[in-house]
């Protein structure tokens, strides 16, 4: 059973880092996305990492800023943030890409989906 949980969320001021997680189980070997939500926005796409060669995307909102990387002993996906912004706050999910799919930003190309992290980034 494919599942997808995500951790590693919270409260931090301007400025500060954060590292997200996303344990995955019931599935190896697909690329693996981070996309946020904010209330009242559309689902974004923040970073991918992909299966085979651990190819990176990132949004240019987040390039320089926020690191993607993959521990696949643990098949877990982690996205290190750092200098984290206002704007940075939304619910983080991971998702799994779509059968044949490879690392992509597009929200349509994910199967299935974690329940979420807060990251709320205020003084």
């Known amino acids: 059973q494919v599942q997808l949980v995500e951790s590693g969320g919270g409260l931090v001021q301007p400025g500060g880092s954060l590292r997200l997680s996303c344990a995955a189980s019931g599935f190896t070997d697909y690329a693996i996305g981070w996309f946020r939500q904010a209330p009242g926005k559309e689902r974004e796409g923040v970073s991918c990492?992909?299966?085979?060669?651990?190819?990176?995307y990132y949004a240019d909102s987040v390039k320089g800023r926020f690191t993607i990387s993959r521990d696949f002993a643990k098949n877990t996906v982690y996205l290190q943030m750092n200098n984290l912004k206002p704007e940075d706050t939304a619910v983080y999910h991971c998702a799994k890409a779509k059968r044949y799919y490879s690392c992509s930003l597009l929200p349509t190309n994910y199967d299935y989906w974690g329940q979420g992290t807060q990251v709320t980034v205020s003084s």
């Open positions: 990492i992909s299966s085979s060669d651990s190819a990176t």
